[in-house]
């Protein structure tokens, strides 16, 4: 009965290769987002997505691509890995209506690149 | 730009209070709060909008000085399940996007 699941937990790579993580939600939410969080704990939004339309799009690297198959679904691709990508990745999604604040976290991802 | 938080970090016996604050350069539709486990997912603890009203779990006070742009968050009586780093997100519109503040980390100890 997991809300917000994520796959992989742990992702170690090399630099160059290209990755992916995968975000799902069970909870009929409207909006995702994915968010980094850096060694320093800093949490910044990355892209945000309602009903598969793309609404925010912050100043990230062409590298980094999201994917909306579905409502549920928000997957991150990453290409050409770089050092400084490594942090912890977090989907999020929150719900349309009155409690459109809300949004819930899954585990996140830690990716590190050697 | 982020949001400022103050004190960085604060550690608290049981049963003690604090104050986390948050500040702002932009003028805010509204102030989130959350909290974050050690090696866990951010957990949303309150809103609080432009015109007063608040939304959020039991047990957590907090207010928003919307001619300052700064809002603190009250923890009485603080518990050991408190401890983690509380972060305040801000935005500048309705449905804008959450703007992350650098956090506070509280430890509460025995």
């Known amino acids: 009965d997991t809300a917000v699941s994520q796959t992989p937990k742990y992702l170690v790579t090399q630099m160059g290769n290209d990755k992916s993580i995968k975000c799902e939600q069970n909870?009929?939410?409207?909006?995702m987002y994915w968010y980094k969080q850096d060694s320093k704990k800093f949490l910044k939004i990355m892209f945000s997505y309602n009903n598969k339309e793309l609404i925010i799009n912050e100043t990230v690297p062409n590298r980094f691509s999201p994917k909306s198959p579905d409502k549920a679904h928000l997957n991150l691709h990453i290409n050409s890995l770089e050092l400084g990508d490594s942090a912890v990745y977090f989907c999020?999604?929150?719900?349309?209506?009155?409690?459109?604040?809300?949004?819930?976290f899954g585990p996140g991802t830690r990716l590190t690149v050697t | 730009q982020q949001p400022v938080q103050s004190p960085q970090a604060v550690i608290l016996r049981e049963g003690e209070d604090a104050v986390i604050n948050c500040s702002s350069s932009?003028?805010?539709?509204?102030v989130h709060w959350y909290r974050q486990k050690h090696g866990e997912a951010p957990i949303f603890l309150m809103i609080l909008l432009k015109g007063g009203e608040q939304k959020g779990h039991d047990k957590i006070s907090a207010s928003f000085n919307e001619k300052k742009q700064q809002s603190s968050l009250y923890l009485t009586a603080s518990q050991l399940s408190y401890s983690g780093t509380y972060f305040c997100g801000t935005e500048v519109g309705t449905a804008s996007k959450l703007t992350f503040g650098t956090g506070t980390r509280l430890q509460v100890t025995l």
């Open positions: 932009k003028a805010l539709y509204s």
């Open positions: 909870l009929g939410h409207d909006t």
């Open positions: 999020a999604s929150s719900p349309a209506g009155d409690l459109w604040y809300e949004q819930y």
